[in-house]
């Protein structure tokens, strides 16, 4: 319910230790193309880095007694080597730069199923968008009718949340996922002087960005990762709750294309997908809770800091591939009841056009006494059941500035949209140069 099965698979033990070892097959590659491993080591290290030769439980239950699977995975690594090969294993290394590496290539492999169903959310949004550009509903603020709107402008917005939500994590997957070596403490003196470059080699070998300096205890990655994956959490929170307070019986303007039912109620068709989504970014917020408040850590390598971050971060990366792919399967199947929306507009029989009324009136009367005249006009229509259209037309001093074309053009939804329909289309050539990127 809280994952998919790929982000599932690869946030596994098995694939944390797969990543482990990527890395130590990678640090050993990197280290023979400068000269500091023979490169039949390197080949020796390479082809024993492959998890199904491990026991995955065995090093997790060791782990236990040194804070870190890495020691008992280094142990088990080398036992398979060959004698050459032994001694060049996790040179230089700490089991920070294993370990902060390996959640490098987890987040990296994640965010591409994450982004992949974020764009196809996105282009959903866009579809609906320009499908009901001037299907007119009604806005609403602090939960009550405001004004009109369209659907098409709620779709335009989340499709500009979602597309800044794909730019930020694009950004972090591409320049802010580094790879992590400093040895120790954080200088690779074991290298002597060749460490700065054995990073530069590591990070191509691994497909990362290059840090500037080793991040052992500068959590900056880890929080903008953390802080951007929240973000879109809760753009995506936002299209689960909208469509959850659609579909309510009440409103019934919009449906999921598969509504689950209820163990004791046959007749709901309740939101899924919606709650789900729903109850999955409401669980992000406390995880990068966690990973921020895991950012100062002490001196060279924190004592604790550090081992808290590993679960929440899988548990973040796995929430919102759930959300993603949940929000794409909603979009697709959204069911919108047009007829349902215009019949939600003429509930409060055309007091929502008030401020529309109150604005033809305000060059001739002045500002407050087109508002104080409209706002007695839409108490009487209230006390006698009558439409505002209908008491506009009935009074005296309106129609002295008002003939009956302009009281109704004044009254009509559709015309009262303002830039609704060119932030549409704002939002849909936003969305289009993005793709075209």
């Not at 790879?179 to 080699?201: E, K």
């Not at 004592?303 to 929440?312: D, K, N, R, V, Y």
């Not at 979009?331 to 215009?342: D, F, N, S, W, Y």
Request: aromatic share 2%; net charge negative.
């Amino acid at each position: 319910m809280f994952s998919t099965p790929a982000a599932t698979e690869r946030t596994s033990a098995a694939a944390w230790l797969q990543a482990m070892l990527d890395f130590e097959s990678a640090l050993a590659a990197a280290q023979a193309e400068a000269g500091i491993v023979p490169v039949t080591a390197a080949e020796e290290i390479a082809r024993h880095c492959r998890v199904e030769l491990f026991d995955v439980d065995s090093i997790a239950e060791r782990a236990v007694s040194s804070a870190t699977p890495v020691i008992a995975l280094v142990r088990d690594l080398t036992a398979l080597l060959d004698a050459d090969a032994k001694p060049h294993v996790h040179r230089g290394a700490t089991s920070q730069d294993v370990i902060d590496t390996a959640a490098m290539l987890i987040a990296r492999d994640v965010l591409g199923l994450i982004i992949d169903d974020l764009r196809a959310a996105a282009d959903e949004c866009a579809r609906l968008a320009r499908q009901h550009r001037d299907t007119v509903m009604i806005a609403r603020s602090l939960l009550q009718q405001a004004l009109p709107t369209t659907f098409g402008s709620r779709c335009a917005s989340w499709l500009t949340s979602l597309d800044e939500a794909i730019t930020a994590l694009e950004r972090i997957r591409r320049e802010r996922l580094a790879v992590q070596f400093g040895g120790a403490a954080g200088t690779l003196a074991a290298l002597g002087t060749g460490g700065v470059r054995v990073v530069g080699l590591l990070a191509a070998e691994l497909g990362l960005a290059e840090p500037v300096v080793p991040w052992h205890t500068d959590r900056t990655r880890i929080a903008e990762l953390a802080g951007t994956l929240g973000t879109a959490a809760g753009a995506l929170g936002k299209i689960a709750l909208d469509v959850e307070l659609h579909a309510q019986t009440e409103i019934g303007e919009l449906a999921e294309g598969k509504a689950g039912g209820s163990s004791a109620m046959p007749h709901k068709q309740n939101p899924v997908s919606a709650v789900l989504i729903t109850a999955a970014s409401r669980r992000v917020p406390g995880l990068v809770s966690t990973l921020l408040s895991a950012m100062p850590q002490e001196y060279e390598r924190a004592a604790g800091a550090w081992q808290s971050e590993w679960e929440p971060l899988a548990e973040l990366l796995r929430l919102l591939a759930a959300a993603a792919a949940g929000t794409r399967q909603l979009l697709a199947g959204l069911r919108v009841h047009p007829e349902k929306m215009a019949a939600n507009l003429d509930l409060t029989r055309g007091l929502v056009m008030a401020e529309s009324a109150a604005g033809r009136l305000m060059d001739a009367l002045g500002r407050t006494e087109a508002q104080e005249l409209v706002g007695r006009l839409c108490r009487r229509a209230v006390q006698d059941g009558t439409t505002l259209r209908a008491e506009l037309l009935a009074d005296q001093q309106v129609r002295k500035v008002l003939s009956e074309d302009e009281v109704v053009a004044a009254t009509e939804p559709a015309d009262y949209l303002g830039s609704a329909p060119a932030f549409v289309d704002r939002a849909l050539t936003a969305h289009a140069e993005l793709e075209d990127r």
